[in-house]
């Protein structure tokens, strides 16, 4: 059993949806952070957080620190935001990442 | 936007070959990371730096070796490339004001015939 789980593991949806995708880790944590990888290879941050909730425009994560979880929300989701969504989270006190296996999300125009 | 950047973004090498790519920040962070990424899998960390003349073997077995001279440029070498060693390799860096927030190079696609 991977540390990092996430579900679903592929998603496709309409334009316009509200998406979810979750994430679950089995170890303590310093941080948790969501990134994003489009079809060519590259990746960015997209949020970096250890409790509570963060929103970067259309983009909302939450984390919930005692039962291990985090979600990541797309509202009012565009054919742009298809692309693979990771989650990867730092140990305590250790700054190397733990990665998911990622969500492949697919929006249909 | 991130000021990291890796060399070649694609590349394709017969077997046997001596390959070297390249990463460099212009953020002055002290720390970087070299990952290997298979398609459709998860990323695997193979080589981390704290600094100048220290380097790491990461949790992912790797033939490839690294090195660290300056701060911004860490380059990896693949002394006699394989057909298993075809992969997507990616290069990031964090630095000592958000240490756990790592900015990602967009990667080398590497295909070895």
């Known amino acids: 059993k991977n540390e990092v789980e996430q579900s679903p593991q592929n998603l496709t949806a309409q334009e316009g949806e509200f998406i979810t995708i979750n994430c679950s880790y089995s170890v303590g944590i310093s941080a948790l952070h969501w990134l994003q990888q489009h079809p060519g290879g590259g990746i960015v941050s997209l949020f970096m957080l250890s409790s509570g909730k963060k929103k970067h425009g259309r983009l909302i994560a939450t984390i919930n620190i005692q039962e291990k979880h985090s979600s990541l929300h797309i509202t009012a989701s565009h054919p742009r935001d298809s692309a693979v969504y990771i989650c990867a989270v730092n140990g305590f006190g250790n700054e190397k990442l733990t990665f998911g296996t990622g969500t492949r999300l697919t929006i249909i125009p | 936007e991130a000021d990291i950047y890796q060399t070649p973004r694609y590349l394709v090498i017969g077997t046997g070959k001596k390959i070297t790519l390249e990463c460099s920040q212009t953020m002055g962070h002290d720390k970087m990371y070299w990952y290997q990424q298979d398609p459709g899998m998860e990323l695997h960390l193979i080589h981390y730096s704290y600094g100048v003349n220290s380097t790491e073997k990461g949790d992912l077995s790797s033939e490839s070796t690294v090195s660290r001279i300056r701060t911004e440029h860490f380059p990896l070498t693949l002394e006699s490339a394989r057909p298993s060693h075809t992969s997507q390799y990616l290069c990031?860096?964090?630095?000592?004001?958000?240490?756990?927030?790592?900015?990602f190079g967009p990667g080398t696609r590497l295909t070895v015939t």
């Open positions: 990031a860096s964090s630095g000592t004001g958000t240490p756990y927030e790592q900015y």
